[in-house]
């Protein structure tokens, strides 16, 4: 028996020794596979776990009015974040993150609870100090990273203009869209090496990011701020459906300010319709009416055709081919001088003063006042307005265009035609960046429209408008000469032809007349109770004009009346 069991235990001994043989054998096997074959695979795979190459995001520049003033700036703000695979109880996390963060703790249930992500966002871009209270809880899986948050201190002031950049800091709108190249900088980034619990432990290499430039614009909060306020209160009273205004130095073309009603807060600006955020002065065309007389006149005087004292028989309407053209209130037949066509804003006058020019003339000073294709302001989605081509006009386009119907403009570009008349027949190219960082401010393009004779002509002209019982005596400003030009034009209508109910008032003019500081044009969308330019415009004309008077120090130039 004892041999027997001798001889058991031997075959047992050598089938284990076989065992381990074969295993030492796999294993070495394996060894060679590994450290041999899958060496360098498996290195890289390694390598790929433990480090990481983290983007480092850059600050975006600040964007200042021109007297230093904080229009756009990065504010520090906390990011909260959640690896759902860490998280046991998804619920109960949702509601203390929710409760500290001040947000609804529902949608955030659904994201704790998708195990199939290793990383989701909680609330982005929140208060550091609830994203800290959280923090101080410690709860597994949920983290927090520090990251830069898009601010605008004077909240509406100048929202139109300065646009928005989104949680990512990217431009979206406005001149922050215009100027993302310059604003948004440089990212760097590092490549680091990370423990099994996802610490740094070495930082491998490092190249810094390189802060957006500053900007700064033309614009004064002050006076932008004061543009807005009127123009809310001018679209409040009259039930108007927006409003613009822009208020603008003639000799440089810097835009001092350029506001839109309705208007929105740039903090909130996902909060509001698109279309409330869209920057009117710029992008939107109507047709001006009767403050596109001027280009007529300016023609006449300028061909040699007539002088300001030349008179007209006029009576109250005419035909022109199929259409008939009559004045805004009934009248006899009356003789004119073409300074009282302008003040009395006579379309009959008109259209026969642009007869003498006939249609080649006409076009010819359109395109000379830049109507047609854009002024070059540095801001996105300028349009170049609505101008019928030769080849288009039919018989009685000579009736309707020299009195501003059958051709669109944009603001700045009515605003543009009457500063050129300002600067003593010279155009100046219309800006909102004065200067980019430390570079030297910005050299505008400029052009002679008229003569430096005809544009002194054409100031005493407007002047008639506001001085003489013309159409916009209510923009005149104590102690200061005030030249200028109202404008009431129809909209066109959908179905065809014009509305009958829907007007677009406006003034543009400057002051002070005999040595122009500023051109203010104000434009009102679909006024009710009045459509007139003198009555709903040219108050806002002189409201704005006034403060921005007494806020630069402009001397008057006109005798106070007693």
Not at 411 to 440: C, D, F, K, W
Request: net charge positive; glycine share 12%; no cysteine.
């Amino acid at each position: 028996m004892s041999k027997r069991r001798g001889q058991a235990v031997d075959r047992r001994i050598r089938l284990l020794l076989a065992v381990l043989t074969l295993a030492f054998l796999a294993t070495l096997g394996r060894a060679v596979w590994v450290q041999g074959v899958r060496a360098e695979p498996l290195a890289r795979l390694a390598q790929g776990q433990q480090r990481e190459h983290v983007d480092l995001p850059a600050g975006r520049g600040t964007i200042y009015d021109r007297t230093g003033s904080l229009l756009a700036l990065g504010e520090r703000a906390t990011t909260v974040y959640a690896n759902p695979k860490q998280i046991t109880d998804p619920r109960a996390v949702a509601r203390v993150v929710a409760g500290d963060l001040g947000i609804d703790a529902d949608p955030l249930v659904g994201r704790l609870s998708d195990r199939s992500r290793g990383f989701v966002y909680v609330a982005r871009q929140t208060d550091p100090d609830r994203a800290a209270r959280l923090a101080k809880r410690g709860l597994d899986g949920i983290g927090t990273y520090t990251e830069e948050r898009r601010s605008y201190p004077q909240r509406s002031v100048g929202a139109h203009v300065l646009g928005y950049a989104g949680v990512d800091n990217r431009g979206l709108a406005g001149l922050e869209r215009k100027l993302d190249g310059v604003l948004a900088g440089r990212a760097g980034s590092e490549t680091v090496v990370r423990d099994p619990f996802g610490r740094v432990i070495e930082v491998l290499s490092r190249e810094p990011e390189q802060k957006g430039r500053d900007v700064y614009l033309t614009l004064d909060h002050t006076i932008q701020a004061q543009a807005e306020s009127v123009l809310h209160e001018t679209v409040q009273k009259w039930g108007a459906k927006a409003a613009s205004a822009i208020v603008l130095d003639p000799e440089t073309g810097e835009v001092l300010a350029m506001a839109v009603a309705p208007g929105f807060d740039a903090n909130r600006f996902g909060r509001v319709p698109v279309d409330r955020t869209r920057n009117r002065a710029v992008t939107d065309v109507y047709e001006p009416g009767s403050t596109f007389k001027l280009v007529t006149v300016a023609g006449v005087l300028s061909e040699g055709l007539a002088s300001p004292s030349t008179t007209y028989t006029l009576p109250y309407s005419i035909h022109v081919a199929d259409r008939v053209i009559h004045d805004s209130h009934p009248r006899g037949t009356e003789q004119m001088s073409v300074s009282q066509i302008l003040s009395h804003s006579s379309n009959v006058g008109t259209v026969t003063l642009a007869s003498q020019l006939g249609k080649d003339g006409i076009q010819r000073w359109i395109h000379r006042f830049g109507f047609g294709r854009r002024t070059g302001i540095d801001f996105p989605g300028e349009s170049s307005g609505i101008v019928l081509k030769s080849e288009h006009w039919s018989g009685s386009t000579i009736g309707n265009v020299p009195i501003g119907q059958g051709i669109g403009v944009t603001p700045i570009q009515m605003a543009s035609a009457y500063a050129a008349i300002a600067n003593e027949g010279v155009l100046v190219q219309p800006h909102l960046v004065s200067r980019v960082g430390a570079e030297t401010e910005v050299a505008p393009k400029r052009r002679r429209v008229v003569t430096e004779g005809v544009a002194a002509t054409l100031k005493t002209l407007l002047r008639g408008v506001v001085d003489e019982g013309g159409t916009g005596t209510a923009a005149a400003i104590p102690g200061y000469y005030v030249a200028g030009k109202t404008g009431t034009a129809q909209k066109p209508d959908p179905a065809g032809g014009y509305s009958a109910t829907r007007y677009v008032a406006s003034f543009v003019g400057f002051v002070p007349a005999t040595k122009p500081r500023l051109v203010v044009l104000v434009n009102v969308d679909e006024p009710r109770g009045s459509i007139w330019g003198g009555v709903v415009a040219a108050p806002a004309f002189q409201q704005i004009s006034r403060f921005a008077l007494q806020y630069l120090e402009i001397p008057p130039d006109a005798p106070l009346q007693p």
